[in-house]
């Protein structure tokens, strides 16, 4: 998925990620941020990647994408309640400027729930869920949108990896791509109520899996036909 107010030559900027990424930053001002969060829960509900995924992707953003260590934030274990996660989106996106890259990595559950707002093309919320999700309750696409994708100001680029089921348009953007056409569709609410651009800079999310399609924590055996696998989608 992508969305940027007044997008243009979609293709050409999701394909950008590594050198967004590398970029120097042009005015020795510009931050690379990164949120990473990787949840375990317990008992039947229990994942045992997600905290590998988190300590990978550090490493990675780290050693070959010049993120400083003081730049990035990392939620594990306890740290993943709803309330921790949400605070600590409004730090990934407070005072961005021109320039800055910021990155949101989530490793866990997410689950869909009917839309009752018709703000979902399909008809569905997508979810992801804290630790504490039972109680509290889970993250919807449209509070994840409201915190990480409309502050996003001019040449501020976001790029955000879900690693959860029906995580496709967890991000509720404007565009998704279309893999077997190969083209971007719109993705703008059927009401026309909802709001799923930025403030004028660029968001690119990369999910697990379609909203539908549930996705495999490798690390746990799962009967061929209990899940749907699936490539990596836009």
């Known amino acids: 998925m992508i969305s940027r107010k007044n997008p243009e030559s979609l293709n050409k900027m999701a394909s950008s990620t ?13 931050t690379k941020r990164a949120l990473l969060i990787g949840v375990t829960y317990k ?27 003081e730049n990035i934030k990392v939620l594990t274990e306890q740290g993943t309640t709803r309330k921790i996660i949400l605070k600590s989106m409004e730090w990934l996106v407070k005072d961005c400027q021109a320039g800055d890259s910021l990155v949101f990595y ?4 997410g689950i869909r729930k009917l839309d009752f707002e018709g703000d979902e093309r399909d008809g569905f919320d997508e979810n992801i869920c804290p630790v504490d999700f039972l109680t509290e309750g889970m ?33 509720d953007l404007e565009h998704v791509y279309n893999r077997e056409q190969r083209i971007w569709e719109d993705n703008s609410p059927p009401s026309g109520k909802a709001r799923k ?9 990369i999910s697990a899996c379609q909203d539908h399609e549930i996705a495999v924590d490798t690390s746990v055996r799962y009967a061929v036909d209990q899940c749907d696998y699936s490539s990596v989608c836009l």
């Open 18 to 30: 590594s050198e967004i990424w590398r970029s120097s930053t042009g005015t020795g001002t510009a």
């Open 43 to 69: 008992k039947k509900y229990m994942l045992k990647g997600t905290v590998n995924d988190v300590k990978s992707m550090r490493e990675l953003l780290i050693k070959n994408f010049g993120f400083k260590e």
């Open 106 to 109: 989530f490793s866990g559950h």
């Open 139 to 171: 993250i919807s696409d449209n509070e994840i949108n409201s915190l990480i994708v409309w502050p996003l100001k001019k040449d501020v680029t976001l790029h955000a990896i879900v690693d959860a089921c029906h995580s496709g348009t967890v991000l």
């Open 197 to 205: 651009h930025t403030d004028g800079g660029l968001a690119i999310s």
